[in-house]
């Protein structure tokens, strides 16, 4: 994740049940997030203390902690050592590191698929309209 970036936290000792989250830029998981949805379009961090169960639509995604569900991801998946992951990616590429606990499948996809999944949700479509008209992504060519 860039460190200059504006980005969303969730401290750990927090727990969101049954939310959505939606954002432009980065977001970083310390607490939990059970049963829930998270939408952005940029990086997702799970850190070591981090819980994310549920869907999560995003530009890349690093799993430091624990992740279970269904993601799609546009760009790359990262793995880290200890890190504990169950449910279905499909992402552009994935780095696995030695160590890591990968249960149930994960598959990856051409870029092309996986922009088709991201715009056949309705959530993720209108954050790419709003994130478009900001400051941080240029406007789209008519």
Same mark, same amino acid.
């Given at each position: 994740?860039?460190?200059?970036?504006?980005?969303?936290?969730?401290?750990?000792?927090?727990?969101?049940i +049954?939310?959505?989250?939606?954002? +432009?830029?980065?977001?970083?998981?310390?607490?939990?997030?059970?049963?829930?949805s998270v939408?952005?379009?940029?990086?997702?961090?799970?850190?070591?203390?981090?819980?994310?169960?549920?869907?999560?639509?995003?530009?890349?995604?690093?799993?430091?902690?624990?992740?279970?569900?269904?993601?799609?991801?546009?760009?790359?998946?990262?793995? +880290?050592?200890?890190?504990?992951?169950?449910?279905?990616?499909?992402?552009?590429s994935?780095?696995?590191?030695?160590?890591?606990v990968?249960?149930d499948?994960?598959?990856?996809?051409?870029?092309?698929?996986i922009?088709?999944?991201?715009?056949?949700?309705?959530?993720?479509?209108?954050?790419?309209?709003?994130?478009? +008209?900001?400051?941080?992504?240029?406007?789209?060519?008519?």
């Open positions: 994740m860039n460190e200059n970036s504006n980005f969303a936290i969730i401290s750990e000792g927090m727990t969101v +049954r939310g959505s989250i939606t954002n +432009r830029n980065g977001l970083v998981i310390y607490g939990r997030i059970l049963r829930g939408t952005s379009l940029s990086d997702v961090v799970v850190e070591e203390s981090g819980v994310l169960e549920g869907k999560l639509l995003a530009k890349s995604f690093e799993v430091k902690g624990k992740f279970s569900g269904s993601a799609v991801v546009r760009g790359t998946v990262t793995l +880290r050592k200890g890190c504990f992951v169950k449910g279905a990616i499909d992402c552009g994935i780095i696995i590191e030695e160590g890591a990968i249960s499948s994960t598959h990856t996809l051409g870029e092309k698929l922009l088709d999944k991201l715009r056949a949700d309705k959530t993720y479509c209108e954050l790419e309209k709003l994130g478009a +008209r900001t400051p941080e992504a240029p406007a789209a060519k008519q």
